[in-house]
Nanobody, 124 residues
Framework: QVQLVESGGGLVQAGGSLRLSCAAS????????MGWFRQAPGKERSFVAS????????YYADSVKGRFTASRDNGKNTAYLQMSLLKPEDTAIYYC?????????????????WGQGTQVTVSS
């Protein structure tokens, strides 16, 4: 059974930082690319970042470029999203996802497995 479990969300003031983790089990983690998405209330789920199976890339949405850093540790079956200079508009539920394509992917359709999400709230 495949499981992706996010952690690290919480409440932070604008300008602060958080690091999200996504622990994977039940799949050959090192063969999957990993993506991060977010969904704010009343909005569709949107792409944040993606990192290839090898750690190559990563690729970011324009709105987070320069502030967020995606990484992974294949030895620990874990992906990370380091978020800095957080803004109130970053408030959302953040999801990690795994894609069997192994390549960086922007579309939710390309991801096979999803975590349950972790809430990030940035206060002004």
């Amino acid at each position: 059974q495949v499981q992706l479990v996010e952690s690290g969300g919480g409440l932070v003031q604008a300008g602060g930082s958080l690091r999200l983790s996504c622990a994977a089990s039940g799949l050959p983690f090192s063969s999957y690319s990993m993506g991060w998405f977010r969904q704010a209330p009343g909005k569709e789920r949107s792409f944040v970042a993606s990192i290839r199976w090898s750690g190559g890339g990563p690729y970011y949405a324009d709105s987070v470029k320069g502030r967020f850093t995606a990484s992974r540790d294949n030895g620990k079956n874990t992906a990370y999203l380091q978020m800095s200079l957080l803004k109130p508009e970053d408030t959302a539920i953040y999801y990690c996802a795994a894609s069997a394509t192994g390549r960086a992917a922007w579309s939710t359709d390309e991801y096979d497995y999803w975590g349950q999400g972790t809430q990030v709230t940035v206060s002004s």
